[in-house]
């Protein structure tokens, strides 16, 4: 019932800073979530927001570097990331939140973005 579409990923230098977006498609009424999942490692939980942008948290392996945002008149979700770290490269995924804290993710993903950081 959820379709997300995850874009803004790509090469760059270590300290450099991107912008991911997620474009949802259908309910959107829900607290949304970035998770990441390098190679050979299980997904890991990133960042959430809740359904009217109130509260945040994150992973404290981005704390200070990242910020999640959302637009909900365009159905979007973002992703700021500054001061990238080769550590933190890995496939992006955002997803709707069943339950917000701890972070619960609905079960159907999306294709996910390719973040690459170079040292």
């Known amino acids: 019932q959820v379709q997300l579409v995850e874009s803004g990923g790509g090469l760059v230098q270590a300290g450099k800073s991107l912008r991911l977006s997620c474009v949802v498609s259908?309910?959107?009424?829900?607290?949304m979530g970035w998770f990441r999942q390098a190679p050979g490692k299980e997904r890991e939980f990133v960042a959430a927001?809740?359904?009217?942008?109130?509260?945040?948290y994150f992973a404290d392996s981005v704390k200070g570097r990242f910020n999640i945002s959302r637009d909900n008149a365009k159905n979007t979700v973002y992703l700021q990331m500054n001061s990238l770290k080769p550590e933190d490269t890995a496939v992006y995924y955002c997803?709707?939140?069943?339950?917000?804290?701890?972070?619960?993710?609905?079960?159907?993903w999306g294709q996910g973005t390719q973040v690459t950081v170079s040292s």
């Open positions: 997803n709707a939140l069943e339950r917000f804290h701890p972070p619960r993710p609905f079960g159907s």
């Open positions: 259908g309910r959107t009424w829900y607290s």
């Open positions: 927001i809740s359904s009217t942008s109130v509260s945040t």
